[in-house]
């Protein structure tokens, strides 16, 4: 197909589609943001279809229609905020495994627009939906940071994610972020206690919100080190005359991505840690044993002499003695 002087090829686009990955039999929230000029806007009218996609990864609605979801009064489709809109696709709707679509279509003044969303339904996830929205979020992320790999046409995922041995997605990052959480609570002075997932799961004070970038990027450190494992066992064809993709040197190619993007994760750390020794306020430690910083007092030399004799020398002026 061509457009001017740009040419692409449409059918290899729709068969490299991204989809979100739902878990089998949970709820999931679904939305849409309409902007016009980059501003939110509500639609004059907006519905929702879900249906089966039955060819792989085709991105066309051949299915079955499963589901209509029509914006007003008691509609399961609602308005958040101005231009925000979304429904909770009901366990129902994900108690199947398989690739779906959802064709939104809503109207802006007289103009009509349609806009195509892809989800998956895979196995339970429970460690994914264990994870706060935020932290989801940061899982998804992190799929993005690896979606247009060379190797893989479903998405440009990485190769190994179509192997039947492995299990390498949500599940598998959100795992790893519990890896790349213990990490930075012991790497760097000080020791943090810091973990992701719901409130009650063990001690220690959630991840916080303004460090997910730090979050993000260790996480993403420790998805190449799990790269770099899964090349371990690239077998050597040997006594055949066949002709196949020799991905042995994957480990080294990934140890060498790992290596760059290290030095930057080290940099956020150090950031992130230096935050909690509080060195903006001052400590002063005095031989008698008097700290000054906590109120920001200013310390008269005399007085913190008395102290410590006091302390060291009892018979001092400081606690009645002669001298």
Not at 279 to 303: D, E, M, S, T
Request: hydrophobic share 35%; charged share 20%; no cysteine.
């Amino acid at each position: 197909m061509t457009t001017g002087d740009f040419q692409y090829n449409q059918k290899v686009r729709d068969s490299s589609i991204v989809r979100r990955e739902i878990s089998l039999g949970q709820p999931e929230v679904m939305g849409l943001q309409v902007l016009v000029g980059g501003v939110l806007t509500d639609p004059v009218s907006i519905n929702a279809k879900i249906y089966q996609e039955l060819n792989f990864d085709d991105g066309d609605p051949d299915g079955s229609l499963l589901a209509t979801y029509v914006y007003g009064v008691g509609s399961e489709l609602v308005k958040e905020s101005t231009g925000v809109y979304s429904f909770v696709l009901q366990p129902e709707l994900t108690s199947v495994r398989g690739e779906f679509m959802i064709v939104w279509t809503y109207v802006v003044g007289s103009h009509t627009y349609v806009y195509n969303d892809y989800y998956i339904v895979l196995e339970y996830m429970p460690v994914y939906d264990s994870l706060l929205e935020g932290e989801k979020m940061v899982v998804q992320q992190i799929s993005w940071m690896l979606g247009d790999l060379f190797d893989n046409t479903v998405g440009g995922t990485p190769y190994f994610e179509g192997e039947f041995q492995t299990h390498y997605g949500y599940e598998r990052i959100a795992q790893l972020m519990f890896i790349a959480v213990n990490k930075v609570n012991i790497t760097k002075q000080p020791m943090t206690n810091f973990r992701v997932g719901p409130p009650n799961a063990g001690g220690g004070g959630a991840f916080p919100n303004k460090a997910y970038g730090l979050l993000q990027y260790a996480t993403y450190v420790e998805v190449l080190r799990h790269f770099i494992r899964s090349y371990v066992e690239q077998p050597t064809i040997q006594g055949a005359n066949v002709s196949f993709a020799d991905r042995r040197d994957y480990m080294q190619r990934w140890q060498s991505v790992l290596a760059d993007e290290k030095e930057t994760y080290a940099d956020m750390l150090r950031q992130f840690k230096r935050s909690y020794l509080n060195l903006g306020a001052g400590n002063l430690i005095v031989a008698g044993g008097l700290y000054g910083g906590g109120n920001r007092r200013f310390v008269y030399g005399a007085y913190a002499s008395s102290m410590r004799a006091a302390r060291f020398y009892p018979q001092s002026f400081a606690i009645g003695g002669t001298g």
